[in-house]
């Protein structure tokens, strides 16, 4: 059983084209419990963001929420996302994930907010918040 944490507020993932400079709002430490990832490839840069931080010029998906793997894990510890996603995609519930050095985060969308945590808890997780 792993401990989950909903994050206040919604979230976007973002796309800006390759060679974008990020905005300030983005390079700015984030406030409370706000998170912000950003990957780089040669295709573009994909940011998750707070919705409200999300950059004008980014083609933005639909709004999500964000969870958050309670308790601290080892960067090598395995099988922590699989217990995750796959109750929720036997829900069918969209997931799009990622991960910290000391932590796991999943975001599905707002939209499906109270399926997803139905599935996590069904599956014998206990979500927080």
């Known amino acids: 059983m792993l401990d989950i944490a909903l994050l206040p507020g919604e979230y976007a993932v973002c796309r800006l084209a390759a060679g ?3 905005p300030h709002a983005l390079t700015s430490e984030p ?5 912000v990832t950003v ?9 998750i963001c ?3 931080r999300a ?4 083609v933005v998906e639909t709004v999500w929420r964000c969870l958050r793997v309670a308790s601290p894990m080892e960067v090598a510890g395995t099988g922590t996302l699989a217990a995750l996603v796959g109750p929720l995609a036997e829900a069918r519930v969209s ?3 990622f991960s910290t050095f000391d932590t796991d985060y999943l975001l599905v969308p707002a939209v499906r ?5 139905a599935a996590l808890e069904r599956a014998g997780h206990r979500v927080l918040g």
Do not use: F, M, R
């Not at 406030?31 to 998170?35: F, S, W």
């Not at 950059?55 to 980014?58: H, V």
């Not at 907010?113 to 945590?117: A, F, P, R, S, V």
């Open 95 to 97: 997931v799009v994930t």
């Open 39 to 47: 990957s780089w490839t040669a295709d573009g840069i994909s940011v």
């Open 55 to 58: 950059p004008a010029q980014a």
């Open 50 to 52: 707070p919705a409200e």
């Open 113 to 117: 907010l109270t399926e997803g945590t």
């Open 20 to 22: 974008a400079t990020l």
């Open 31 to 35: 406030g409370g419990a706000d998170v």
